[in-house]
């Protein structure tokens, strides 16, 4: 296990960590592991906790002892060392010593008097990024100067990337907002590193593999792309969607939401392949460091029987990995647990069937939670509390399967039930599946609890608790959706999380709020405009926990790739009902032609809706939940 502290869903992200595990940071941390090796073994002042991520992120240099001046931290054990009082400083024969904080000179000068001399100082300022690299320089904490995020991204003639998103930061305020690049091949060698120039306005971001690999003449290439955004406000994450194609006129197609910034302990939600699939997991090292053989390993989930990935991953590279080969016997329905010990941001997998690939994310599963049996007796004024909604695709061309699935460590039991309903929000079915067990394997096919001729447009379900036959929850109830085309010619899958949706009252920080504190009861949210030929789509949810206005009041804007809006239509959602928006469909060709490179954004002063964007060709589906700013 890497020991890092990456993100706190109360406290957020760490900032220290982005600092550290930048890959310009990251190669000035190597100068400075190289001077401390010379310099003999050193002493290291820890006044801020760093030094046990520094450890983790740099572990080649010699240590002679730590120090800290917190007398209530003192006998702490820090990466194997024991915590001594600074004041014993003055004794230590080390040559060196490394004040393990940023912005260091106040404390150097403090702590002047108890420098033996000849000790040489050095500080965590040498492997600060340059000031050009800054969005606020004043503060090189401020989270706001590392705005990141890894992009897998691809061009290898069989297929290519294209990562979409919008200037958001505008909004808050920013101007003058560039991304900083740097393209890593599958071995962690950089490829190229670039500036991408971003609209000084709310205007379309597109960054395109192919684009990429002819500037820069580039062979085919399978590996990942670091962003680093500088000038921005309001948001530290770098959000995007991203496209997968075919090039070579296989007709695969993809789509998925931003990688996620934080590499995390465990991840969940990974499916394991049908008799005809090959799946396989993508694992790219966020750091520069290598992933030690053993490090990284499957399970069959809630099997508790790990099976080690036998290869060390170089700094930066990507490692595809055939599941077959180390859970053969894993089988769909069945889910597999990668347990990733910190060395990677959410991982993309790819299924291979009949020719054609679809690729998808895994989530996060929570190592902080515990089962709390307050939503046992949540108030009535929450209504039917946590909902899981997700798209029921028109049922004459798709079926539509769900597959619940634990997303925290200490879940053994998911008791749940389906609730099915209309596009106008009437209840259609209800079905209640027990207290299902960690190591379940129950895929819900909507075909086995709907007649033939029930929601033939589609509609939705919401998975939802039902303790009736025990069991209990944590409040991160997570479920993979997939989508396969009747003649078998194309899937796609997604997966998402439940909130308590719509509601005035509130509990522990639901219905959650990406801007300000609960409840949050407003939409903004992004879909890229697609072409003509490969069209954009999107189902929007008005999932409502408990009764709430009873039609939405969403505003579908077109906007073009300058960030001005082109046109507006209106658009009513029944509560508990559903809609799909076809922008190709829905306005004037004349405004589709203006808005050539856009973007649309789904907007409600109202409710709160949930979305799920795609794109069609041909029999072609990507389809992946959206993302707001």
């Known amino acids: 296990m890497l020991e890092i502290d990456t993100f706190d869903n109360v406290r957020g992200g760490n900032t220290v960590y982005k600092a550290l595990s930048h890959p310009l940071a990251a190669a000035r941390l190597n100068d400075l592991v190289a001077d401390l090796r010379a310099a003999g073994p050193v002493a290291v002042y820890d006044p801020e906790r760093i030094f046990v991520p520094l450890r983790a992120l740099a ?8 120090y800290v001046h917190d007398t209530l931290a003192l006998g702490e054990t820090r990466a194997g060392f024991i915590a001594r009082p600074l004041s014993d400083l003055p004794a230590s024969t080390a040559k060196t010593l490394l004040i393990a904080v940023f912005d260091a000179d106040r404390l150097a000068a403090r702590i002047g ?27 090189y904490l401020d989270p706001l100067n590392f705005a990141t995020n890894f992009v897998f ?18 909004g808050y305020g920013a101007r003058a907002v560039r991304l900083w690049c740097r393209l890593f091949d599958d071995t962690g060698e950089v490829l190229a590193t670039f500036n991408h120039a ?29 962003i680093h955004a500088i000038g921005v406000a309001g948001h530290d994450v770098v959000k995007y969607a991203l496209d997968t194609y075919a090039t070579d006129g296989g007709g695969s197609l993809s789509c998925t939401h931003d990688a996620n910034a934080w ?36 399970d069959r989930m809630g099997a508790e029987a790990p099976v080690m990935l036998n290869a060390m991953i170089p700094p930066f590279a990507t490692l595809a990995i055939d599941v077959a080969t180390l859970l053969p016997d894993t089988h769909w329905p069945d889910q597999i647990e990668l347990r990733a010990g910190r060395h990677v941001v959410r991982p993309r997998y790819e299924v291979t069937r009949h020719g054609r690939t679809r690729i998808a994310h895994v989530n996060v599963e929570r190592a902080d939670l515990r089962p709390d049996p307050g939503l046992k007796t949540l108030s009535p004024l929450l209504g039917r509390g946590f909902l899981l909604p997700f798209p029921i695709l028109n049922r004459a061309e798709f079926t539509t399967i769900a597959l619940p699935t634990p997303m925290a460590q200490t879940q053994t039991t998911m008791p749940i039930r389906l609730d099915v309903f209309a596009p106008d929000g009437s209840p259609i079915a209800q079905r209640t599946y027990g207290a299902l067990p960690r190591n379940h394997a129950l895929a819900i096919d909507l075909d086995d609890l709907l007649s033939p001729d029930a929601l033939p447009d589609g509609g939705h379900g919401e998975l939802v608790y039902d303790f009736s036959a025990g069991g209990e929850a944590d409040g991160w109830l997570h479920g993979l959706f997939r989508y396969e085309r009747r003649d078998g010619a194309h899937a796609a899958e997604t997966s998402f999380g439940a909130h308590i949706f719509n509601t005035i009252m509130t509990w522990k920080g639901e219905p959650q709020s990406y801007a300000g504190p609960p409840p949050g009861l407003s939409t903004r ?46 658009l009513a959602i029944a509560c508990s009902g559903s809609a799909t928006v076809k922008p190709w469909l829905m306005f004037d060709p004349a405004d589709l032609a203006r808005a050539a490179g856009g973007y649309v954004i789904i907007r409600d002063a109202t409710c709160r809706l949930f979305g799920y964007h795609g794109k069609r060709c041909g029999p072609a589906l990507a389809f992946d939940h959206m993302f707001g700013f």
């Open 525 to 570: 949210l992004f879909l890229d405009l697609g072409t003509a030929t490969v069209p954009s789509f999107c189902v929007l949810v008005y999932p409502a926990s408990a009764p709430w206005h009873q039609m939405s009041q969403t505003m579908i804007l077109l906007h073009d790739s300058s960030g001005d809006m082109v046109a507006e239509l209106s």
């Open 198 to 226: 971003v609209p000084d306005q709310p205007g379309s971001i597109s960054i395109a593999s192919g684009d990429v690999r002819r500037a820069h003449n580039l062979g085919p290439f399978t590996g990942q792309l670091f």
């Open 113 to 139: 008097g108890l420098v033996a001399p000849g000790m040489t100082i050095q500080t965590l300022d040498s492997v600060r990024l340059p000031e050009t690299l800054l969005t606020n320089p004043r503060r």
């Open 263 to 298: 590499p995390a302990e465990r991840y969940a939600g990974l499916p394991a392949p049908r008799a005809d699939e090959r799946v396989v997991l993508w694992l790219q090292n966020s750091h520069a460091v290598p992933i030690p053989a053993g490090a990284i390993s499957l």
């Open 153 to 170: 991204f691809r061009d290898d003639d069989a297929m290519a990337t294209r990562l979409t998103t919008a200037n958001y930061w505008h």
């Open 59 to 66: 572990p080649d240099f010699p240590v002679a002892a730590i």
